[in-house]
């Protein structure tokens, strides 16, 4: 059974930081890229960043440009979400998703490109 497990959420201050987990389970993406999205409450589910198979490639949506970085660790089959300068719009649930082409990054963007999606992990920024 393929999952993506992610972890680290929580409650905070503004200004503070936070380090999101995303690990695989069940088969390795080690060849896909791997990206974070988030949805707010009444909102849709929005892009956040993206990272290339090789780590090589790091994509993000201009709200968090400068203040969230993703990684991964292919040995460990885990992509991290690291968050500083946390403010309250940044409240949201945070979903891992594996892009469902090996080696492509095409619309990295778009839900409608991964075909694994974690069950998400709830941050909350108090202001």
């Known amino acids: 059974q393929v999952q993506l497990v992610e972890s680290g959420g929580g409650l905070v201050q503004a200004g503070a930081s936070l380090r999101l987990s995303c690990a695989a389970s069940g088969r390795s993406f080690s060849k896909n890229t791997m990206a974070w999205f988030r949805q707010a409450p009444g909102k849709r589910r929005e892009f956040v960043s993206a990272i290339s198979w090789s780590g090589g490639r790091t994509l993000s949506a201009d709200s968090v440009k400068g203040r969230f970085a993703i990684t991964r660790d292919n040995a460990e089959n885990t992509v991290y979400l690291e968050m500083n300068s946390l403010k309250p719009e940044d409240t949201a649930v945070y979903y891992c998703?594996?892009?469902?082409?090996?080696?492509?990054?095409?619309?990295?963007?778009?839900?409608?490109?991964?075909?694994?999606w974690g069950q998400g992990t709830q941050v909350t920024v108090s202001s």
């Open positions: 998703a594996a892009h469902a082409d090996p080696y492509e990054m095409s619309s990295y963007y778009a839900e409608v490109a991964y075909a694994y």
